[in-house]
């Protein structure tokens, strides 16, 4: 197994999509994705692993959290994750490189849903 410091930059790859309709293409490094100086907001966003880090065995995992308080997510590996409310700017991005056999193993946090409470729940 390769560990995940081994991992860097320029092995991940991401995308923007603004609320002008704008999809910048697949970037890495750092590179900014959108539009500067324009005021147009991200409303959407994907990231994968590039296909020599995918070959190692790992996944992207990610969240967006919007301006209107939605969470997204989690997707993977390319899906574009974006608010269920129209032009919702995008204000954070959570993201997990995880090893592919877990992050496909159906957790909870993958499947999108979360442990219940103890204590909650009708009765």
Same mark, same amino acid.
Request: neutral net charge.
């Given at each position: 197994?390769?560990?995940?410091?081994?991992?860097?930059?320029?092995?991940?790859?991401?995308?923007?999509?603004?609320?002008?309709?704008?999809?910048?293409?697949?970037?890495?490094?750092? *590179?900014?994705? =959108?539009?500067?100086?324009? !005021? /147009?907001? +991200?409303?959407?966003?994907?990231? @994968?692993?590039?296909?020599?880090?995918?070959?190692?065995?790992?996944?992207?995992?990610?969240?967006?959290?919007?301006?209107?308080?939605?969470?997204?997510?989690?997707?993977?590996?390319?899906?574009?994750?974006?608010? *269920?409310?129209? =032009?919702?700017?995008?204000? !954070? /991005?959570? +993201?997990?490189?995880?090893?592919? @056999?877990?992050?496909?193993?159906?957790?909870?946090?993958?499947?999108?849903?979360?442990?219940?409470?103890?204590?909650?729940?009708?009765?």
């Amino acid at each position: 197994m390769i560990p995940l410091d081994r991992l860097g930059a320029s092995d991940i790859e991401y995308k923007g999509l603004t609320g002008a309709g704008f999809e910048s293409p697949w970037l890495s490094n750092g *590179e900014p994705c =959108g539009t500067r100086g324009m !005021g /147009i907001p +991200l409303v959407g966003f994907a990231v @994968r692993p590039k296909p020599d880090a995918a070959t190692l065995g790992y996944d992207c995992v990610y969240r967006g959290y919007f301006h209107s308080g939605a969470i997204s997510g989690p997707v993977s590996n390319g899906e574009v994750c974006r608010s *269920e409310a129209a =032009g919702d700017p995008l204000e !954070g /991005i959570e +993201l997990r490189i995880l090893p592919a @056999r877990i992050a496909t193993a159906g957790s909870p946090e993958r499947e999108g849903t979360r442990p219940r409470r103890a204590g909650s729940g009708s009765r």
